[in-house]
Structure formats: C-alpha cells, structure tokens
C-alpha cells in the first residue's frame, strides 16, 4: 500500500477521540478494528501500532 494521505490520517486520529474505551490504549485498539476510506473510496486499515506511532508522532 501506498503511504496513506493526511486527510486519511487526520481521520484515524479523529476517530481516537470518539472511540469507546477507558483509556487512550483501549481506545487506540478500537480503531484499528475501524476501517476508512481515502479520497477515492478506498477502503484502509491501519494496525494499533501504526495508529500509535501517528498518535505520538
């Protein structure tokens, strides 16, 4: 896969604030199961490491 455009990322990080969960691990976990689309319709999904690593980054 490509590397993922910033609209997608900005998205994925979004999503950790509204996910369900206690903790911002717990919540990290759950959107990885979550899947996105990009700006042509493309379906993405991104590991909790990866979704992390954005997170600190």
């Avoid at 993922?4 to 691990?25: D, F, N, Q, W």
């Avoid at 689309?37 to 590991?47: N, S, V, W």
Wanted: without cysteine.
């Amino acid at each position: 896969m490509k590397r993922p455009s910033v609209y997608v990322k900005m998205k994925v990080l979004g999503a950790i604030e509204v996910a369900s969960g206690k903790t911002r691990h717990e919540r990290i976990h759950n959107v990885a199961e979550m899947t996105f689309l990009d700006e042509q319709g493309d379906q993405h999904r991104f590991t909790w490491r990866t979704i992390q690593t954005w997170y600190y980054r």
